[in-house]
Nanobody, 116 residues
Framework: QVQLVEAGGGLVQAGGSLRLSCEAS????????MSWYRQAPGKQRELVAT???????DYADSVKGRFTISRDYAKNMLYLQMNSLKPEDTAVYYC??????????WGQGTQVTVSS
């Protein structure tokens, strides 16, 4: 089992920045990749950014150039630096961990609200 706890959400004005963090604990050995997803009201959950165990990153087109995903392997932490935030970035953001065996674990989510 892997436990994930997100932090760092909040209310910010458009153009502002936030940094989300996710602390992983439990059986973190064998993690294939970690990701950030988000879900806005009335919409499906969508992938925002992914970072592999080798440090390769991938982003949704909507956040490229504005968001940066990173990991601190020593501290078992995952981060999402979000700059130039837009009202359409408003959502609950979830931390996700995928094991080498295809098992996914989820955090409880953290709310990000961007006002116009």
């Amino acid at each position: 089992q892997v436990q994930l706890v997100e932090a760092g959400g909040g209310l910010v004005q458009a153009g502002g920045s936030l940094r989300l963090s996710c602390e992983a604990s439990g059986r973190v050995f064998g993690t294939k990749a970690m990701s950030w997803y988000r879900q806005a009201p009335g919409k499906q959950r969508e992938l925002v950014a992914t970072i592999s165990s080798l440090g390769n990153t991938d982003y949704a087109d909507s956040v490229k150039g504005r968001f940066t995903i990173s990991r601190d392997y020593a501290k078992n932490m995952l981060y999402l630096q979000m700059n130039s935030l837009k009202p359409e970035d408003t959502a609950v953001y979830y931390c996700n961990s995928e094991t080498n065996w295809g098992v996914h674990y989820w955090g409880q989510g953290t709310q990000v609200t961007v006002s116009s």
